[in-house]
Each structure stands twice: as structure tokens, then as C-alpha cells.
């Protein structure tokens, strides 16, 4: 190849590409912009199912839009409500979660949901409505619901008592105990229960009884637990039930859907 030749491609790489115009730079903008929305849309049917049917269902913090891929689609993953809450209770989810990376939820066996906390504070730092902003009471929420799930380990199914702390002296949940400190939230490992027959789960529920009660069962030695209609699933009970692993979780509401 020529002298000539090599010095007019060289030329020709050199070559500035054309300045475009304002006019033309709002219309390249605007068509990439509708390419990617288009996309989005022509794929949200795709992330849908792929999150119904592969996706890992977590309980939602109070408020929690009810259809787990509206409220996928609706949080920025921006961690406001992991900071507001005062037992710090919301995690943000990692990789392992797949769509619902860095999507908030709640642990209930290690912190359940401080369901006596005032205002429910994280649906207020909610910037998005991703936690509904539509709640006019704490009692309206329903993020999931108890399920006695281990009844043979239940110790009022079996007619015992229990003493010392719930969890044990190392467990760093914390609970309002009204007869402490209504305002405080203080670590279950403090609190030593001595109850003839166990109640934990129904003792500390914030709801109260049309949320779980105990009934006595037909053979008169012992009660079972019964999850009522208000149950919001903060999870309290689950944190305290003192059998290991626990005899009652918590059924997320996107899990009550799928099923």
C-alpha cells in the first residue's frame, strides 16, 4: 500500500465528527429515551413473571404496595425507611435476590416490626408511595400473617410453661414492654418471663387477642394458638416464640397471593 493511501486513512480517522446541533441533540435524546421506555414496557410483562415465578418473597415493610411487582417497580431502593425505623428492622435486600435487589424487607425471626411505633415512620419516608401513604390507621396494614407451623414443638400445645428470656441471653432483638418503658423499644434478651403455660406469642402481640388467642384444645392439657382476622404480620410473634427453630412464622402477603 502507497504512502499516499495510508496517509488518507489516516486522514480520514482523524476526520472530527460533525457538531450536532441543538435541535438535533433534543431529537437524539428524546428517540433514545423512547427506545428504553419502549423497552421497558415491552419487557415488564417478562419481569413479571420471571419475579412470580422465580422471585424470592420477602415480608414487606407496613404499607408495602400490594402486588409484589408494582411494589418492585415502585421503590428507587433508596433506604429511607431503613433509616427511620427505630429497632432497625428493614434490611435492604442483596444480590441473591435477583429483581429484588436492594428492595427493603423484614427479617421477623431476628427484628420483627416495631408495630407500636408511632406514625409507622417508614411509610412517612417512603419518597415514592412504594409504602402506601393511603393508610389512615396502623391496624389497616397487612404485610403478612402468622401460621402456627411447628404445632407438635408448640409449648402450650403441649401444656408447658416457660422461664428466662424468649431467645436467650445473646439475642439482639429489641421489644416495647408498656411495663418498662412504653416509649423505649428494650432488648428481649433483658426481659425474663416465668409463665405457667406458654403465651409468648399471644402476650406480646401488639394487636391483642382478634389477632392471636389462645383456645384450649379437646384433650384439656394444653392450647393452641389461633391467628385472627386482624393479624397484620409485624412478626412479633415469630421473634418471641422461645422454640428453636420457631413453632409460628410469618407468611408473607405476595406468598398468600401466589399461593
Known amino acids: ?3 499516499t493511501s495510508e496517509q488518507k486513512k489516516k486522514t480520514q480517522k ?3 465528527r460533525r457538531r450536532l446541533s441543538r435541535q438535533e441533540e433534543n431529537r437524539r435524546r428524546f428517540l433514545r429515551a423512547g427506545v428504553v421506555t419502549g423497552a421497558i414496557v415491552a419487557l415488564q410483562p417478562v419481569f413479571s413473571w420471571v419475579s412470580r415465578r422465580f422471585g424470592r418473597l ?3 415493610p407496613p404499607g408495602a404496595l400490594e402486588e409484589e411487582t408494582t411494589f418492585l417497580g415502585a421503590c428507587i431502593k433508596c433506604g429511607q425507611c431503613v433509616q427511620v425505623c427505630p429497632v432497625e ?3 435492604l435486600a442483596d444480590l441473591n435476590d435477583g429483581l429484588g435487589h436492594g428492595a427493603p424487607y423484614i427479617e421477623p425471626r431476628d427484628q420483627a416490626c416495631d408495630f407500636s411505633c408511632d406514625a409507622l415512620s417508614c411509610i412517612l419516608a417512603c419518597p415514592t408511595g412504594a409504602l402506601s401513604h393511603e393508610l389512615g390507621a396502623k391496624e389497616e396494614v397487612s404485610i403478612g400473617i402468622a401460621k402456627l407451623s411447628r404445632p407438635d414443638a408448640c409449648l402450650a400445645r403441649r401444656g408447658e410453661g ?3 428470656p424468649a431467645r436467650g441471653g445473646q439475642f439482639p432483638g429489641r421489644l416495647r414492654y408498656e411495663e ?3 416509649w423505649v423499644p428494650q432488648p428481649v434478651r433483658d426481659y425474663e418471663y416465668d409463665v405457667e403455660l406458654c403465651d409468648l406469642c399471644v402476650r406480646e402481640c ?4 382478634t389477632a392471636l388467642r389462645l383456645e384450649p384444645l379437646p384433650d384439656g392439657k394444653g392450647s393452641t394458638p389461633v391467628v385472627g382476622d386482624a393479624c397484620v404480620g409485624c412478626g412479633v410473634c415469630e421473634m418471641i416464640c422461645p422454640e428453636e427453630p420457631t413453632c409460628i412464622e410469618i407468611i408473607p402477603s405476595a406468598a398468600e397471593a401466589r399461593a
Do not use: K, V
Not at 401488639?206 to 387477642?209: R, V
Open 180 to 182: 418498662i418503658d412504653r
Open 206 to 209: 401488639p394487636i391483642g387477642t
Open 58 to 60: 420477602r415480608l414487606r
Open 1 to 3: 500500500m502507497s504512502d
Open 162 to 164: 416457660f422461664r428466662g
Open 89 to 91: 428492622a428493614i434490611l
Open 14 to 16: 482523524r476526520r472530527p
